[in-house]
């Protein structure tokens, strides 16, 4: 235990209790600091701020390292599943094999969605963006199932969990095939979760879908990549929603609609269309990488940095090796290739060094989708079917912490003091 923080203000010193968490990482305690000084702190995109204390995921950005309740990303994607690590993450440890297969059961046995609720599909126009759709039908299922919010009981939480997580990718091959005109492919009781999703995508009445077991590897490992990644942007609005005991169904829905942006869960979608202009241009990739150095320009090389890391993404590192082995067996993408000429150029360049500016999981995920069929606009809901064990165990973690509270940031008004109201006539 560190000793406590001194902060003087104004002649007047307050004592403030620092704490250190299991892998070192040092924190002040200012929860009690304005009620005593009356000093909030400011710290805007909260670089500065832990907004709760979590034991699912550990990040060193420093030295690129990720671990969901401990265990490495590497060890996870070498030998797990999707369904084991959405377990992991949900309920803090790896299940017992008898555990695995019934969580496995429920998924497929709950993978089908409310027929109203498929049928709403054809209430959006065919182009509609896939995350608008996913997240107005993942609202919608608060319509059919009971209201999930802390005070539930933990059999309906586990019920509600189960169900998000099994309809969110049915949900995504359903938009896909009304986007395309196509009839959709229920899921399969015989298939496990990424060949079914993969099903639901591409098989038709005409045209069975031959499953390919390299692409189910590499669908299982992207997932798992995308399992959980602390306190960012859609799972901080994950917990914000859920502490104002608002519907489990709703605050994913608001999670969703955070991943959208594309300095979040976008970036895949951003990735593509920037390697695509890099090809069809012709151009050095040294060009883009210059117009976004230059100031004046607001381009920035899509796929490139992050908040926390300042060091390689290692969910970057074990997709780029994927993509090595799944584009070996097809033809080769060109996109591909300028992709690692990019990133050698990118990482020899000072710029990105000062910067620490590193290839992020957005940067090699796009070539991979784009390998398995998957649409450049369905990227980010592939994101956000593998997000959604996370979002739902930072859920989990925060209704259960006895500290937790309403989420309410202060403020430092900076606007007109009083002023009177002036009528229309004399403005
Ligand atoms: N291209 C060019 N310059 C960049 C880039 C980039 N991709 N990213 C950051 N910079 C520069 C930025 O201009 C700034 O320069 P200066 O210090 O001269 O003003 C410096 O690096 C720091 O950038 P920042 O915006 O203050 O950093 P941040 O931590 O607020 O933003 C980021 C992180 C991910 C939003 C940003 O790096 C970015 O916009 N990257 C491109 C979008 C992207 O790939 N997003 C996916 C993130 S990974 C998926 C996820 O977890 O959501």
């Keep these: 235990m560190a000793d406590n923080a001194k902060l003087i203000i104004e002649g007047t010193t307050y004592e403030l209790p620092t ?3 299991t892998e070192g990482e040092k924190a002040v305690d200012i929860r009690k600091l304005r009620g005593a000084s009356g000093y909030v702190t400011l710290d805007s995109g909260y670089m500065n701020t832990g907004s709760c204390e979590s034991a699912i995921t550990f990040i060193n950005g420093e030295e690129g390292i990720l671990r969901y309740r401990g265990i490495p990303i590497e060890q996870l994607t070498e030998k797990s599943s999707f369904a084991e690590v959405s377990k992991l993450v949900l309920d803090g440890e790896l299940p017992k094999s008898d555990v695995l297969d019934e969580f496995s059961r429920v998924l497929t046995e709950n993978a089908m969605i409310p027929e109203e609720l ?30 999930v919010d802390a005070t539930s009981s933990e059999d309906e939480i586990r019920t509600a969990a189960t169900n998000l997580i099994a309809k969110t990718s049915t949900i995504a091959a359903f938009s896909y095939k009304r986007s395309i005109g196509e009839p959709f492919v229920y899921p399969s009781k015989d298939l496990g979760y990424s060949e079914n999703f993969l099903n639901m995508m591409f098989s038709s009445p005409v045209n069975g879908y031959e499953i390919d077991s390299d692409m189910v590897e590499a669908l299982e490992k992207l997932l798992i990549l995308h399992v959980d990644h602390e306190q960012n942007c859609s799972a901080s609005t994950m917990r914000l929603v859920g502490s104002s005991h608002a519907n489990l169904y709703s605050a994913v829905a608001a999670s969703i609609a955070a ?24 151009k050095d990739p040294a060009d883009f990488i210059e117009m976004a150095k230059d100031k004046s320009n607001s381009f920035r090389l899509a796929g490139f940095g992050h908040r926390v890391y300042k060091n390689y993404d290692p969910r970057a590192r074990v997709i780029k090796g994927t993509c090595r082995k799944v584009l070996e067996k097809s033809a ?9 000429q990019l990133e050698e150029q990118v990482l020899q360049d000072d710029y990105f060094i000062q910067r620490k500016l590193y290839p992020n999981v957005d940067f090699y995920s796009g070539i991979l989708y ?58």
């Design 19 to 21: 704490l250190i968490g």
């Design 259 to 282: 991943l959208w942006g594309p300095l979040h869960g976008g970036a895949n979608q951003s990735v593509m269309e920037m390697l695509a202009t890099i090809h069809q241009s012709g």
């Design 332 to 340: 080769k993408d060109p996109l591909l290739q300028i992709a690692m």
């Design 118 to 147: 498929k049928n709403s599909l054809y209430n959006f126009p065919a182009d509609a963006h896939p995350m608008s759709v996913l997240g107005s039908l993942i609202f919608g299922l608060a319509g059919f199932y009971p209201h």
């Design 370 to 427: 784009k390998a398995m069929g998957i649409p450049t606009e369905m990227f980010t809901v592939l994101f956000a079917i593998g997000r959604m064990p996370g979002w739902i165990s930072q859920w989990k973690e925060m209704i259960s912490d006895p500290t937790n509270k309403i989420g309410r940031p202060r403020q430092i008004y900076n606007g007109n003091n009083k002023t009177d109201y002036t009528p229309v006539e004399n403005r």
